[in-house]
């Protein structure tokens, strides 16, 4: 078996993280220990993970950053269908995400000052943990008989040149994804959206992603490990970034402010 090759050549941890890989997750405990293991897979070479590492006195200073309204730049290369840190990533955007709300909540204004808009991570090809390759090759599936119980995206709306007349079929699709799904299950993320999304066109593309990758995520007649990893990311990372879009866009305008009622299951 390969994992006994690799134990045999000393690489017991890629020997753990291979099993672990090649088998199924049929508990949840299970389940959590891969994505774990995966999300802190650098930690494994030792060259990545001092790379990542700061050394003495040269640590990253989330306030200081935040005070002085700076820049970061995560760069990383993929070199299979991930980047190995994507992870770290994720988790330092969290951590600066957090650490602002921290701040912005214990000021007198009770936000912070100047408002941190968003967090951007600029990656030169390097890709989220699972998501990319499992879109693409959902998407390079043949759409043969054993595939037709798949689900498969429809073509994006090309909002920038549809007249009024044209886009209301795609929005009756993405009113009907709000309203059935969005909103009841959604619970505090669907209440920031205001009812006048439909008149701002970067509500329809951020909602119209939201919309398309959660029906390639939840309507597929079976649940990978994979496909588990990427339904993480989605709730954990990607909705509340574009939650967060649609809140800051639809909060600036001159609209009126009539609260949308949410139904969430508890």
Known sequence: MPERILVAAGARQWALTLSELRSEAHKTAATVRMVMSRALSFMADP?????????????????????????????????????????????????????????????????????????????????????????????????????????????APAWWKLPPADRAEPLARLRAWVEQVYRPGYGHLAATLAPCWEAHDLCLYALDVAAALWSVLYLQPDRTPGLLSAQAEYQARILPALAAQLMTETTRCAHPRTPASVRSTP
């Open 47 to 155: 060259a990545l993970a001092a790379s990542v590492l700061p050394k003495p006195g040269e640590g990253f200073d989330i306030p200081a950053f935040l005070d002085q309204s700076g820049t970061v730049y995560m760069i990383a290369e993929a070199v299979s269908e991930e980047a190995p840190v994507a992870s770290l990533f994720a988790a330092m955007a969290t951590e600066i995400h957090y650490a602002a709300a921290q701040i912005g909540q214990a000021s007198e204004s009770r936000r912070l000052d100047p408002p941190l808009l968003d967090t951007r991570i600029t990656t030169l090809s390097g890709r989220l943990i699972e998501l990319t390759g499992l879109i693409t090759s959902l998407a390079a599936t043949p759409h043969d008989d054993a595939d037709a119980d798949r689900h498969h995206p429809d073509p």
